[in-house]
């Protein structure tokens, strides 16, 4: 490994810096998504931001699954992938409803929000359960290290 030229204060600035710029990223990406299908975007014309941003997904949940770290704030456990699940869930369809330029009666626009929201329930409450599991088992044996 090269040596670094920085000192220890300046690695951290350096790393909180390199934190941050990566979350406005990550951030950034989603709301520029989330704008183009308000503005109803073919999806083709997304494709590149969504290479990225999951892309950047996948890395920070491997990477930090691996490392054996959860969140900062949140606790790995059923209620907190519930409450995320139902966010996602509600954002989702809420999302979804007002880009559909297709839908005019109330019902559909509740059919939708439903139909969507629960999809998403239901993949994101697996995908953070299954995460779940294996940030644990990662953590006993990090811990028996």
Known sequence: MKKSNLDEMQEQAL??????GCWLAFC????????????RVPGSQ???EWIVFMVL???????CLRKGIWDRHLT???KTNLIVSLLAAVATGILITLSNPYLSEPL??????????????VLCFAALSIGMKLYRKRREKLDQE
């Open 15 to 20: 790393l909180k810096i390199e934190h941050n």
């Open 28 to 39: 950034g990406l989603l709301v520029a998504m989330a704008v183009q299908m308000m503005m």
């Open 46 to 48: 997304m494709l590149g």
């Open 57 to 63: 997904s996948l890395y920070l949940c491997i990477a």
């Open 76 to 78: 790995a456990n059923w």
């Open 108 to 121: 559909d626009f509740v059919l939708v929000a439903g139909i969507t929201g629960g999809f998403t329930f």
